[in-house]
């Protein structure tokens, strides 16, 4: 399971991390999720569409408190840390939590991270910490044991054949062609490690989906076309399926199978 299904499942537990470092080039992104997911009113965050979720999405929410570092050095002076420790005591304005979200803390000098470990140590029920950072070496031990850590590798690249056949996939969802859904994964089960790559392919397509949802930036036009034809819930399903899926032809099932379960859920899962 990636960062993102791990998250997904804690908070599907309620067991929504008091504290987390997000490391990697994908961290701003995540950290943006993570927030979004911690002021959604709606029983499966991100919505995307509660106005909690709209807020976040517009960088307009009072309980998600971004902090990012000064200086050429990207440093956290010692007092903004202090301001936040006592800021996080005050209950938050509208939503169940309040996020800080430090950006950057790549750099942050050890009083600082001793400032912070005080608050990390006890934090109040309704706080979320989140910190990001490309890598975590300069943080001390003491803080990595009170975060939890999460790799933000940025979305990865796949070949050409099995994007343009996850994309053509998604399309054929998206039109409720389903012969033609059923012709391509047919096609891309001939290979099981192009079968494999195009699952990982679509998954990462309805990842970009649901944050772009979320409000966040997206890349790729088969993702936007996706996000708009489909409902957070469904996006949620889909991600789900292709999961299901992909861990039943790395466990050697038959590959013909895999793909006729992975039409049938995919169609189910887009309420199709
Ligand atoms: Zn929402």
């Known amino acids: 399971m990636d960062s ?13 991390p008091h504290a987390m470092l997000l490391e990697g080039p994908g961290a701003k992104d995540f950290a943006q999720f993570v927030a979004t997911t911690a002021v959604c009113t709606a029983a499966e965050k991100p919505c995307g569409q509660c106005a909690a979720c709209r807020k976040a999405a517009d960088h307009a929410h009072p309980d998600i408190l971004p902090f ?4 050429a050095k990207k440093q956290y002076p010692v007092e903004t840390v202090r301001q936040i420790r006592t800021d996080a005591y005050v209950l938050p304005n509208e939503a169940a939590r309040k996020v800080y979200i430090l950006y950057d803390v790549d750099n942050i000098a050890p009083p600082a991270q001793n ?5 990390l140590e006890e ?4 706080v979320v910490f989140v910190l990001t950072c490309l890598q ?12 939890l850590l999460f790799a933000c590798g940025g979305e990865d690249s796949f070949s050409e054949q099995a994007q343009h056949a996850a994309e053509e996939m998604l399309k054929a969802v998206l039109s409720v062609k389903e012969l033609d859904l059923l012709q391509l994964t047919h096609a891309a089960s001939s290979d099981k490690q192009l079968f494999l790559e195009t699952l990982a392919a679509m998954a990462a397509l309805i ?10 930036p997206d890349i790729n036009p088969a993702a936007k076309e996706l996000a708009g034809g489909m409902t957070t819930a469904a996006l949620l399903k889909m991600i789900d399926a292709v999961d299901t899926v992909a861990n039943a032809v790395r466990a050697n099932g038959n590959m013909r199978l895999c793909a006729t379960r ?11």
Do not use: D
Request: glycine share 8%; with cysteine.
């Open 123 to 126: 934090p109040p029920a309704h």
């Open 207 to 216: 990842r970009q989906a649901w944050r772009c949802k979320c409000g966040l």
């Open 262 to 272: 992975l039409c049938a859920l995919l169609k189910s899962a887009a309420g199709k």
């Open 136 to 147: 975590k070496s300069a943080l001390l031990q003491t803080v990595l044991s009170r975060v």
């Open 115 to 119: 400032a912070l470990l005080k608050i």
């Open 4 to 16: 993102v299904g791990i998250f997904k499942a804690m908070v599907r537990a309620g067991k929504f």
């Open 68 to 71: 990012y570092p000064v200086g």
